[in-house]
């Protein structure tokens, strides 16, 4: 054999499953994980999103047994969203802040069946917008300062119905600020805010908008939502946030954007979550079927890059598989 002098050997540290464990750096557990969900009106429904094998739309009895289930595998939070009839939808979303609307009735539902699970909705206006976008439409445009009033009413209705914290997702400036104002105005001064702050024009949204039926009737939602192109100003919607009130903020999509959750995570004084999106849940669940991937070791190795970016908290639909997979271990 050839003789090397070779002092330093990085594979000493590879060298069994214990060496490698005890040097690992990052974790991924059922702690980290928020399980978003889709609900719908009826009874005893489960219907599958066509483009995300194994997410269903839940009416809300079958919703809380869901929970019950989530909370027993240790998921501990969930994100709730609408799946509402387009004759319900107007210009101005006012199904948004019925007492005793679907959402309203579905948040309420859940806190009673499992009073410990971290219930976190989603503030927009899309799922009730006759006009599909976030925001209040005004010949074609987006009008931010007509928005914010909406999704004040809508937060505090959130709040009522018993939301622990409240994401608003719709990227108007200056949201963050009035929504912190009309939850304290309103007592709600322990509902915390996960800041949708670095949020992407992304196409990987396309699934979600299949399962909410919530795509923008006209044009889409680039003058709102961030362009790809930019990390610069994911930092400055992130700055602003923490005067503005916030208690978490949040990076979407997550694996096309792990630059960007690596510059939040290094200058966020907040905790950071990333939301691992419907397109990429569902892109691994295509390549699995067709037999191309190995789903298991794709999902953990996904969820493992959020952490190893930097984030704290992950949004994915992969969260309950996960919980079954280290629960069968
Ligand atoms: C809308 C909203 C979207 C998602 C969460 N909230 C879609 C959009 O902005 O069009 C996407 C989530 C996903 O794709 O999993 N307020």
Known sequence: MIDFNLPIRPRRNRRSAAVRALVSENEVTVNDLVMPLFVIDGENQKIEVKSMPNIYRFSIDLLVEECKELWDL???GIDLFPALDDSIKDKVASESINPEGLYQRAIKAVKAAVPEMLVITDVAMDPYSSDGHDGYVEDGEII?????????????????????????????????????????????TDVGILSYSAKYASAFYGPFRDALDSAPKSGDKKTYQM???????????????????????MVKPGMPYLDVVRAVAEMSELPVAVYNVS????????????????????????LLSFKRAGADIILTYHAKEFAKWTQDK
């Open 74 to 76: 240790g998921i501990k």
């Open 144 to 188: 931010n300062d007509k928005t914010l009033p909406i999704l004040a009413e809508m937060a505090v209705a959130q709040a009522k119905a018993g939301a622990d914290i409240i994401a608003p997702s719709d990227m108007m400036d200056g949201r963050v600020e009035v929504l912190r104002e009309a939850l304290d105005d309103a007592g709600f």
């Open 227 to 249: 362009d790809p192109a930019n990390v610069r100003e994911a930092i400055r919607e992130v700055e602003l946030v923490f005067s503005e009130g916030a208690d978490m903020v």
């Open 279 to 302: 397109g990429e849940y569902s892109m691994l669940n295509a390549a699995a079927q067709n037999g191309w991937l190995d789903y298991e070791r794709v999902v953990k190795e996904t």
